[in-house]
């Protein structure tokens, strides 16, 4: 649930840098995305669609944008995959069976099992990880374009006094920052374990620090999210007679 909210800001996010940014919206045609069975992809850029949708769409100023802009739907896609698969590991381990030994009642069995480990649990999530990584460092890139030497035709670093105003310049630092602490939690620990008890526990999932690490990517993310969302938001300021969408508008609001 947390992270199908934070992915939904972030597609708010995203979708305000394409209108402060002034991108090309033809990577949001619903033909291309057909022409790539990529149901996560597919579901994304609708979302992005959606969220940009007005009666005239305003002229692009570049055919062909930085790509954490043109791939927006590939990013988004690939989190909305992992978050499905991530639910469907958890919802098998919670109808699973999982004690050892395990008590088979109608054959009058007690027998040794495995079923308590829990690989496919911990692979999910670290997935997810990787997934929520590849999304922050988009939005961290989109970020740095919207805040970098007057691109598309935004006044330098957004500033709006100009002159030897760094603008938003220095919070880059701060965002590079969050998002290096994202990709050392994005690092798998699934792999980290020792042969313990006399040998016979030789293998572990790490499952709980897996799941952990999750949740402080997404604490992280939305950070990255709100910096995006500020940027946007100032760019769309600085764009004289600009006319949102009415959902971004709502967003920019």
Known sequence: TDALRALAQQQQAGALTMEGIGANRTILDPRLHMARPAAGQQQAAKVLHDLLARDEAPAPTTLQDPLSIRCMPSIHGALIEAIGQARQAVEIELNAAADNPLVLGDDGLVLSTGNFHTASLALAFETLGLAIAQCAAASAARFIQLTGSGRNGLPKYLSPVGGAS???????????????AIRHKANPVMLDFLAVSEGVEDHATQTPLAVAKCAGMIALWRRLIAFELMAAAQAIDLRDGFTLAPRTAAIHT
């Open 166 to 180: 760094a603008g938003l310049v220095p919070l880059q630092k701060t965002v590079t920052s969050i998002l290096a």
